[in-house]
């Protein structure tokens, strides 16, 4: 009995042709690896300072949970980015070589939250130059998400304590409470209280932004629907902080100031916000669509020549040495400062 020629080299063609596809997806992953973790040392100071932030603030405490969803997002669409192909985008370059221009004027300037922007725009850029377009389109959402590791929002707090005691105060003179203010500090007839950092809301806002998006991503398909999520995720909170404050100072006020003073005004404006939180995800499920269904691979595993996998650690190394050029530059600008004492 006689075999075909021609079809024993189409077999052995596809046996031979799954170990090189195999081998590729290994590179690309091995060289974006690489590429990140090559940036996190190289601007170790900088890394090191946003972790610090983290646990020293309860504000940006989420941001030791940034990372790990994001692979895990990215993860989610591993089958989708089988039918992807790895090809390195060289421009992507540019990007890199500009958020290193932005970290260099943020440690110049001693502006550290720069810095941390910069730091994670590289490492973004360097993954698009190292994988190409199409399959960092499908990585858009994992990308982005790790913006929310960044310390960021405390600019936002003087004018989120000024709408706050502005509607704590309409609020209680609307109840017939007379009111006294001056600036953030107001008196009623049982005591005077204080709109301070802590009420400012800037803890609820972010945490609920973060999670928003992560909610509206796994629940929604359409792209209306996650928008108008996120909004929400955004407003409600400002306004449930704001009500918060209200009820807060109206209790203290009815009970003599017994209630809602020390302690349990923490732990009554933590129950607030949580019933509300639950609410607004409580409804926003009820609007869930079915997800799209990810593009899988067409199963068929093509030979890519050796030489795009060079390309590919090609571009692992070139986006790390444009980063690292900033390094010396920073060097020989200015001298070195301490991350934290920028802050």
Known sequence: MSADPASMDRHSFSVAAVPVHAAKRRTAVLAGGLAALAL??????????????????????????????????????????????VRPFWPALFLVAGAGFAWLLGRLAAAAVVEHFALVL??????????????????????????????????????????????????????????YREGNYFMIPSGQWSVVEACSGIRYLIASLMVGVLFAHLMYASRRRQ??????????????????????????????????????????????????????????????????????GDGIDRPVPSTERSATLAAAAAAIVVAAFWIPVAAALGPEQDTQARR
């Not at 900088?46 to 603030?57: L, Y």
């Not at 306004?239 to 209200?246: D, S």
């Open 40 to 85: 996190t040392l190289l601007f170790f100071d900088t890394a090191r300072s946003m972790v610090a932030v983290w646990s020293r603030s309860a504000t940006f405490n989420h941001g030791f949970l940034v990372v790990p969803i994001a692979l895990w997002l990215a993860w989610r669409r591993r089958d989708e980015l089988a039918g992807v192909p």
């Open 227 to 296: 928008i108008l999520f996120v909004v929400a995720s955004v407003l409600v909170p400002i306004v449930a902080n704001w009500l918060r404050a209200y009820f807060i100072v109206l209790i203290g006020h009815l009970s003599g100031n017994e209630l809602a003073v020390g302690v349990d005004h923490l732990i009554y404006g933590w129950v607030f916000f949580g019933i509300v939180m639950l609410l607004l995800f409580w409804a926003g499920a009820q609007f869930r669509d079915a997800p799209r269904s990810a593009p899988a």
């Open 122 to 179: 590289m490492i973004q850029a360097a993954l698009l130059t190292v994988y190409g377009v199409r399959f960092a389109r499908v990585l858009a959402l994992p990308l982005l998400f790790l913006f929310f590791a960044v310390p960021f929002g405390e600019a936002f707090v003087p004018k989120l304590i000024d709408w706050t005691a502005d509607f704590t105060v309409f609020a209680l003179k609307a109840s017939g409470i007379p009111v």
